[in-house]
């Protein structure tokens, strides 16, 4: 039988900013992304929510969900979330100072060496200037709505000597992009150049990025003038299978209604794992599409290309009922997010 339980709800004073991830760290406990709570410059109060530490919005929140604390919520707070002895904040508050962080991912580290294992990365998206990439740590203040990237948005409060900001990893201008899509560290077999590269993309221009200036835009590769690819523009999110191989989700039309929506599996032609080397396969998956052989146009030699692995007409139910952080049975009349967990 089917049943829900309601573990936490969140008003929302606009439409806007809802956030864009739920998961599991390590540790075992739930993280959850939650926007500013919309418009524009983080309007409400004295500092804004994310700079206000007793508001859920503007936040990294981390809970335990495997069982009820003594006032009966269905969850528990970690003993060690950092503000949990501070009377002035919601002990649930992990890390603030975020916009609107859409799509975060947990490094599972170097196979060999295990580094960087555990580290959450996140893409937090921008207001007027610039998009971030942030590494997730316990307590962090990530600057907004003091600062957008590196820069100050407002003066008065990225003047304030107390604010202790960690800095992005990563900032690009709007010229570059307009709304940041958060990816993965790749740690698969099949593509070793690749490895330890962490890759994301842009929601608005279509580009794919990474650390090492792998860069993809509609019709060509920035690093590699002389191949061509084509993808769906508007990069929704990125995913990780069994074996560490990333892909990524893009749709024709700006809209999580778009009905054309296709998944690519990234792949770097210039260098392959030898046969046999890569032991863990994924499980199969049955699809409605098929699968399209994809051979990228170039004119030299190729160096990066993807492979397009199936269109998903389905692809509208995962991304309304997975893909994004409140489902679709949340309460959007009564203005609140709703999260909730389903059990078997």
């Known amino acids: 039988m089917l049943s829900q339980t309601v573990v936490l709800e969140i008003d929302e004073p606009a439409a806007n900013h809802n956030g864009g991830q739920l998961l599991f760290g390590l540790d075992g406990y739930l993280y959850i992304f939650t926007g500013d709570g919309g418009k524009a410059g983080d309007p409400f109060g004295k500092y804004g929510n994310s700079q206000n530490k007793s508001a859920l919005l503007g936040k990294v929140l981390r809970i335990d969900i495997d069982g009820r604390d003594s006032s009966g919520k269905p969850y528990r707070i970690p003993p060690d979330n950092p503000f949990i002895r501070d009377p002035d904040a919601r002990p ?3 890390a603030y100072g975020v916009r609107n962080m859409w799509r975060c991912s947990v490094d599972r580290g170097d196979q060999v060496s295990r580094y960087g294992r555990g580290r959450i990365f996140c893409g937090d998206v921008g207001q007027n200037r610039y998009e971030e990439i942030d590494i997730i740590e316990k307590g962090g203040n990530y600057g ?9 948005y407002d003066m008065k409060l990225c003047q ?12 690009y201008s709007h010229h570059v992009g307009k709304s940041v899509t ?14 330890g590269l962490y890759i994301f993309g842009d929601f608005m221009s279509g580009r794919i990025m990474a650390e090492r200036s792998v860069c993809m835009g509609d019709t060509k590769t920035c690093s590699f003038p002389g191949l061509i690819n084509h993808h769906h523009k508007f990069i929704i999110s990125f995913a990780e299978d069994e074996a560490g191989e990333l892909y990524f989700l893009a749709t024709a039309y700006p809209s999580a209604m778009s009905p054309f929506g296709t998944v690519f599996k990234f792949m770097d032609p210039s260098r392959r794992a030898p046969p046999g080397k890569c032991k863990q396969k994924p499980l199969p998956v049955k699809v409605r599409g098929k699968k399209v052989p994809f051979v990228p146009r170039e004119r030299k030699s190729p160096q990066v290309a993807f492979s397009l692995l199936s269109l998903l007409p389905f692809l509208l139910h995962i991304t309304s009922s997975v893909m994004f952080l409140w489902p679709a049975h949340s309460r959007l009349a009564e203005g609140r997010r709703c999260l909730t967990k389903w059990s078997l």
Request: hydrophobic fraction near 30%.
């Open 144 to 152: 907004w709505r003091a600062k957008e990237g590196f820069e100050c």
């Open 182 to 195: 958060g990816g993965y560290v790749y740690r698969g077999c099949e593509s070793p150049n690749l490895n």
């Open 160 to 171: 304030n000597s107390s604010l202790n900001d960690v800095l992005p990893i990563f900032a």
């Open 92 to 94: 649930e508050v992990y």
